[in-house]
């Protein structure tokens, strides 16, 4: 699995029966990595930070074995917990 940001959509001129009408974006791998084009089911937004799956995974999950990237889901916030501040002291 790979975290990364939609940094656009992809329109195919020709695409394979089995990929008709699915939705497809480009992924912008985090933080600094190559982009990818995955199948988007959850139909998320540009600026969206996702999860992304590959090769079998992404196969399986979309039911096609032609896919070798899927959305999977979507991040409300990327990185590790904040621990909340400690209760302020009197002096």
Excluded at 62 to 80: I, K, M, P, Q, R
Aim: proline share 8%; hydrophobic share 45%; net charge negative.
């Amino acid at each position: 699995m790979v975290l990364g940001e939609v940094v656009g959509k992809v329109w195919a001129d020709r695409i394979l029966p089995s990929l008709q009408g699915r939705r497809l974006v480009r992924v912008r791998v985090r933080p600094d990595g190559p982009e990818l084009v995955a199948v988007d089911p959850l139909n998320v937004g540009v600026g969206t930070t996702v999860l992304v799956v590959t090769d079998e995974a992404a196969a399986s999950v979309t039911g096609e074995s032609t896919v070798d990237a899927a959305v999977v889901a979507l991040v409300a916030e990327s990185g590790t917990a904040e621990t909340p501040d400690p209760a302020p002291t009197t002096s």
